[in-house]
């Protein structure tokens, strides 16, 4: 599993999160209940920004996107387009193996109700910042949903405001690099069907253009 260069899985900068872990821990003893690392490539040309551990999928196994509903249109879409050797992603142990992609978080920790709060994310940028830095030229930033677009603005000292969020938004960046933006592959949005399998497709078509290139 790729760490960046100053994870501490043992981090409690966010009081509030790491208070809220703590009864986790207690309450399901099994689960990792931890901060949650990036997982895939240590070079990767495709980095994926997700949002936070969701509680019963990577707060407890310890591998974003991993034994929860968010998981099944990631894994699946990215086993299609080339990115994985499996379609799906159950455990750590599962043989699971990313191919020049890499997925991350925009906050570590599991946060109260899936909602982290402003300075939760700001605290937490700091790990963003350093693997965004480590990024080769034409590197691809996949940001799913709001707050993960928001953070990797942030990371990279870019206004917000400059760089709208909307699902299938494209933006060059330095280096020849991009962002480009999709709703969060969630339950919620994808049985409201905000997100559909053919719209997150879409996404991933540009993607593999933008790397062809």
Not at 16 to 40: C, E, I, K, M, N
Not at 175 to 180: D, P, V
Request: glycine share 10%; charged share 20%; aromatic share 10%.
């Amino acid at each position: 599993m790729f760490k960046p260069a100053g994870f501490n899985l043992e981090c409690r900068a966010c009081p509030r999160l790491a208070s809220f872990l703590d009864d986790v821990r207690t309450q399901y003893p099994g689960y990792h209940a931890r901060p949650v690392a990036p997982f895939g490539d240590a070079d990767p040309r495709l980095l994926i920004v997700g949002l936070a551990p969701g509680m019963h999928g990577a707060n407890a196994t310890g591998r974003p996107f991993t034994g929860d509903y968010a998981g099944t249109l990631l894994y699946n879409t990215l086993y299609q387009f080339g990115f994985s050797n499996r379609p799906t992603s159950q455990s750590l142990t599962d043989g699971l193996e990313l191919k020049g992609c890499r997925i991350t978080n925009a906050v570590k920790c599991l946060p109260p109700q899936n909602k982290p709060v402003g300075s939760e994310v700001q605290t937490c940028n700091a790990y963003l910042k350093h693997e965004l830095a480590q990024l080769r030229p034409g590197t691809v930033v996949l940001a799913l949903g709001g707050v993960a677009h928001g953070a990797v603005l942030r990371a990279l000292g870019l206004k917000v405001g400059a760089y709208k969020f909307g699902h299938g938004r494209r933006y060059a960046l330095e280096n020849a690099r991009w962002l480009i933006d999709s709703y969060h592959c969630s339950r919620y949005n994808t049985q409201t069907r905000r997100l559909t399998e053919d719209m997150f497709k879409g996404v991933f078509e540009q993607i593999r253009k933008l790397l062809a290139t």
